[in-house]
């Protein structure tokens, strides 16, 4: 699957903004799931653009002679979903990293897809602003890739997702047409939603070149803490109690008891291995009242412990745990790796549910699952741990994945709250989307993309048209 | 432009599911909005769907002979959203109205498409839950309409748009396929967001047969009440201020000084004939706090009464001007009628700049331009006031209202917040959205309705294609 991008050296880029070296290559051939999600291929050029007009100019003459293109940036997807499935053209949008306009009277901020996600935060602060919605990768990952992939993350369940945040966008189609989505104005009813439409798209569709996104107020009051149950179900179903009860949270993080022995273990925290719930609390007014709140449900579940602070260092020592899970995890037993670290998510009331079930599947197949997650949002980071030089293992750990995802789906679910379909979870998209939602996903990416010039190999289950 | 309907009489319908009686078909052709937006023609036929697979059927039988099909419910759009453009079928969504589905404790409600909005209310009630972004014509206008066009309302500026709200839906494409889009779970990155691009689609894309709803608590503390400003440079800086430092308002409306004047004569309150700003607070702990923040914020833009109350019988008194608003409008002179009223919405920053380029532009006329909106986003109700029988006086009012627009656009707004393009507004979408923009919005119209079933003449300022 080798394509010819030889055309590339014949466009008006700078010597640095094209690389057909190995080394370059293979590194856009990696992200954080495309070991395990199978099918990622060696782009056979990487392009750097520094605009929109390289960005429209590179997509226009690959389409014309049939060339892939898969946008990259960061590199920390767990399905794949910048890693090339067909080869051709990893086009890495990094440099692309200003911030085009800031707005504070209006709190919005026009930045490019390669800027890191923490960047923005840092920018605004001294407005007293914020980004709510940056995944726990923020400081890391790119707001390019959130807004491919519709990212969210802990404080999700108090000020939503990335497309909540989105307020327009400017985009290139595969064509080279430059489009611009939305407006400045907080809402609208004016023609398509495209800028929802490619939020989300995971560089099927279109690659984003510039974003608008809103911002907010940082809260007066934070208070941070942690939760200790006697039992899993304990855990989850005082959750879920208090997302009923309109406890105002803005993190809510579910750890169950392997994952916490796991932790306990790797910090020597001397805590009980129980499942912990981590909490944070953000308000202007009467954040004691829905901590208390918060206190009184919880004991009505048996909490063990209930502590929390408004001291900066001791609300980092509370959250240590939950901080450093996901090291904790990789770095548990060497013989062991997490097999398809990614999320699903389910309605709220099926939550402990959702948790009971991975749990029961796994002990069953006589494997480890580390479970946590968002829980506010009904959000699991399921995963098992399997030696993967043996191949019964990583089987049945691949049972209990499916069974897991299809499960999912069956409570009401989606297979992916916040890292996208990618390569790795095209085989459950039509159980989700039915075969008519399926199909008309298909039309809108024939529309917008007929010659199937960007990323495919993803999000639909079969790649012929694609 | 008549199309030979009588191919319905051999579907799956009862007698009384259709009708070719002139005046059922003409009651089809009218909405708020279609006198004025002109093109609207008299339908050939009108169906009254009862389950999705008539609406499937019709769709199906329709394409095949190349009818095309307008969904209707309420009426109640300002654009001739609803109102045929090319004759062939109304389909009546209003015998759809049923509730599918609640689920409480998940905060969720699935309903057909012709239930009124305020009945999710009333049908929630009673377990402290409300549907918190009804437009102001919640108890007439259907849930079908509100999702066509996005609407929003007045606590939109604490709650969102309808787009906000749906978490997934059951929707019709042309040729009668049945698809289903997102999930009960409150986020998801899986495949394209086909949710969003339905709401706010107007019927040209697919016809929504069921929808998931979200829902919220009743917050446990509700003020309300109204502002006085000496001049409307006040109130709308006033306003501004108060959003920008983030005061915690459910509702912010602005009537200016014209709207008072007309609004008083019609109520006889004693009022001054002055800018208002009518308020409504809503918080869980401290709207105390929140409602001094305000008043000092509107104390230093010279208010001259600021009035709330935590009483319903007082809060209702201190809202009739608003309230009654537009009744009053509409008899003020009855020689003189509002022209296109509709809305435009642009970034906060630049509220006070339309409002006063609004009034500019009606006092140069010199035409009456009655302003009001829900401020909070940037939203001004504008309209001038033309004697319908004076053809001079109408196109100065054209051109007011043209200008007004256009201004909007270039103050990075939008030409309909809240009302969608329907007819009247095709002519401002390319400007709004650039050429780009609108091809990318025709190839997914394409892809959905290849051949130009659904509400055709919408949109798209020309209709060849569509």
Not at 106 to 116: K, N, T, Y
Request: glycine fraction near 10%; charged fraction near 30%; hydrophobic fraction near 40%.
């Amino acid at each position: 699957m080798t394509h010819d991008c030889s055309f590339l050296e014949d466009l008006d880029l700078a010597d640095d903004q094209l690389s057909f070296a190995e080394g370059r290559r293979e590194s856009h051939a990696a992200d954080w799931g495309a070991e395990q999600t199978g099918d990622g291929v060696v782009p056979d050029a990487v392009v750097y653009p520094e605009r929109t007009a390289d960005v429209s100019e590179i997509l226009a003459a690959a389409t014309e002679r049939g060339v892939p293109v898969t946008p990259y940036a960061a590199g920390t997807g767990l399905e794949g979903n910048a890693v090339p499935a067909r080869g051709g053209i990893s086009m890495d949008l990094t440099r692309m990293d200003e911030i085009v306009d800031y707005r504070p009277e209006d709190f919005q901020i026009d930045v490019e897809p390669g800027l890191i996600g923490s960047a923005v935060d840092e920018y605004v602060a001294d407005d007293g602003l914020f980004f709510p919605p940056l995944p726990s990768s923020g400081d890391i990952s790119t707001i390019g890739g959130m807004v491919a992939t519709d990212a969210s993350g802990m404080q999700t369940v108090r000020y939503g997702e990335i497309v909540d945040w989105v307020l327009g966008l400017e985009a290139v189609l595969a064509d080279g047409t430059v489009v611009r989505t939305g407006s400045r104005a907080i809402k609208s009813s004016s023609g398509y939603n495209l800028t929802d439409l490619i939020v989300g798209n995971e560089g099927t569709l279109a690659v984003v070149t510039e974003v608008t996104l809103e911002l907010s107020g940082r809260p007066q009051q934070i208070r941070g803490g942690r939760a200790i149950f006697e039992t899993l179900d304990d855990a989850t179903e005082a959750i879920a109690d208090a997302i009923r009860t309109e406890v105002d949270v803005a993190k809510i993080e579910l750890v169950d008891d392997l994952s916490a022995r796991i932790a306990n273990r790797y910090l020597d925290t001397g805590l009980p291995d129980a499942p912990m719930v981590f909490l944070e609390f953000h308000a202007n007014h009467g954040i004691e009242e829905e901590i208390d709140l918060c206190r009184t449900i919880f004991e009505e579940h048996d909490v063990l412990r209930f502590e929390m602070s408004d001291d900066d260092a001791e609300m980092d020592r509370l959250w240590k745990a939950r901080r450093e899970l996901a090291y904790a995890v990789r770095s548990y037993d060497a013989d062991l790796e997490p097999l398809h670290p990614g999320d699903v998510t389910v309605p709220l009331d099926s939550y402990p549910e959702i948790v009971r079930e991975t749990k029961r599947l796994a002990d069953e197949a006589g494997l480890l699952a580390p479970c946590y997650g968002h829980a506010g949002d009904g959000n699991l980071h399921h995963t098992v741990l399997v030696d993967p030089n043996d191949p019964e293992q990583v089987e049945r750990g691949e049972a209990v994945y499916e069974q897991t995802v299809e499960r999912a789906i069956e409570l009401g679910g989606t297979v992916t709250g916040e890292h996208g379909i990618g390569q790795g979870k095209r085989k459950f998209l039509e159980a989700e989307h039915g075969a008519g939602g399926v199909d008309a996903m298909r039309r809108v990416k024939r529309a917008l993309d007929p010659t199937g010039t960007l990323n495919p190999g993803k999000i639909f289950p079969e790649t012929e048209a694609e």
